[in-house]
């Protein structure tokens, strides 16, 4: 394991970066852009229009774990709570009792085998339900959708695992676009794909540590306890995200608050026994330092909405929430980092920024795994 003062050397040097890779992580995060493209072209063969000529429906029944389910939790939050199709997201192998003829069921997982995405599959099938099926070419999900003359999006399997959230949401996307759901430039494909792109130019593995986001929200984690505060549902699902990359690829606990609902809770931990006491000088040498040190990971989503909880006490919108959580870290000196902040984020629509968040953060979870050794010490 690498210890901290070695790490920005280690993120520096692409030869053991690529040692420390065995599976290609640094890549296929990278390739995030190309990979919408590609999903986007192969959803176009597979014929959304099987699964979309009766209309909308009732109801969109995701049956997703692990990516798949993060996919689906950012789906439901940007069509927000107006939506006239409730999402529901379910783990399989069963499908919920009530769908039916009316309901779209989704099937995404990336290899598309094992019982809880091929059982829903021919349920759906028995059942009348119109059936969207996304995983691996030649997978078991394939000929269950094959047998229901149901839409197959086929994805390679090069696919690396923990880096397909956008196999498995691009094909979603295209989908509530066709039912009307979404305008379609909210979720233009190219759009995401450009945004993605700039991010693996930013935080490439080429780019020094001084200049890249990613790299130095690694280095400012070696040694941080995350605590992510997240502007709005949209952002929170990002942050489901973020939490559990850190967790699977570089072992690191994160807590997550989602605002405004969560602002007490969040305001609370940064106040709490875990925070520097009021007379430690912020500027002094930390390298002497024993133990993790809570860091802010702040995610900000300007189309949050406005007031959330309306005839409360304490009315406040999510920006409102996330300025009292910077003001309560800034009185407790609490380091903060905004994700995905550099540049100019206003630039970019609602999901393209949004891919932004999520791209940096893959970037800087693949990074902080390759500086501890995690890859290899895994042996995956």
Not at 64 to 74: H, I, K, L, N
Request: with cysteine.
């Amino acid at each position: 394991m690498t210890p901290p003062e070695f790490a920005e050397e280690v993120l520096d040097d692409l030869e053991v970066l690529r040692a420390r890779d065995p599976r290609g992580l640094l890549p296929a995060v990278a390739g995030a852009g190309a990979q919408v493209r590609e999903t986007a072209r192969l959803t176009a063969e597979a014929g959304l229009g099987r699964v979309t000529e009766g209309g909308r429906p009732r109801g969109l029944v995701i049956v997703a774990r692990r990516e798949g389910a993060v996919a689906a939790s950012v789906l439901r939050a940007l069509l927000g709570s107006a939506s006239p199709v409730t999402v529901d997201v379910v783990p399989g192998p069963v499908l919920p009792v009530w769908t039916g003829p009316s309901d779209i069921a989704v099937v995404a997982t990336r290899t598309g085998a094992g019982a809880y995405a091929v059982a829903p599959a021919y349920e759906a099938a028995r059942r009348g339900v119109a059936l969207l099926g996304i995983g691996a070419e030649d997978a078991p999900l394939h000929a269950a959708c094959a047998t229901a003359r149901a839409p197959y999006v086929q994805l390679p399997r090069s696919r690396v695992r923990h880096t397909t959230l956008w196999s498995l949401l691009t094909p979603m996307l295209l989908l509530v676009t066709e039912l009307g759901l979404l305008p379609a430039d909210a979720a233009e494909p190219e759009a995401i794909a450009a945004a993605l792109d700039e991010v693996a130019g930013e935080c490439g593995p080429a780019q020094e540590s001084f200049v890249n986001p990613a790299k130095t929200l690694a280095l400012e984690l070696m040694d941080a306890l995350p605590v992510i505060a997240a502007e709005g549902p949209l952002a929170g699902a990002a942050a489901i995200r973020i939490a559990d990359q850190l967790a699977t690829l570089a072992g690191l606990p994160a807590t997550t608050f989602r605002l405004p609902d969560q602002r007490v809770a969040a305001c609370a931990v940064l106040r709490g026994p875990l925070a520097p006491s009021e007379t430690e000088d912020f500027f002094r040498d930390r390298s002497a330092d024993e133990g993790r040190r809570l860091r802010l990971i702040t995610i900000r989503d300007t189309d949050a909405g406005e007031h959330d909880g309306a005839g409360e006490r304490e009315p406040r919108s999510a920006a409102e929430a996330m300025h009292e959580v910077l003001r309560t870290a800034a009185t407790h000196n609490i380091p903060v980092s905004g994700l995905a902040e550099h540049g100019d984020p206003a630039r970019f629509a609602r999901l393209p920024r949004l891919a932004r968040q999520l791209a940096v953060a893959d970037f800087t979870a693949v990074y902080l795994a390759l500086a501890l050794d995690n890859e290899r010490a895994l042996g995956t």
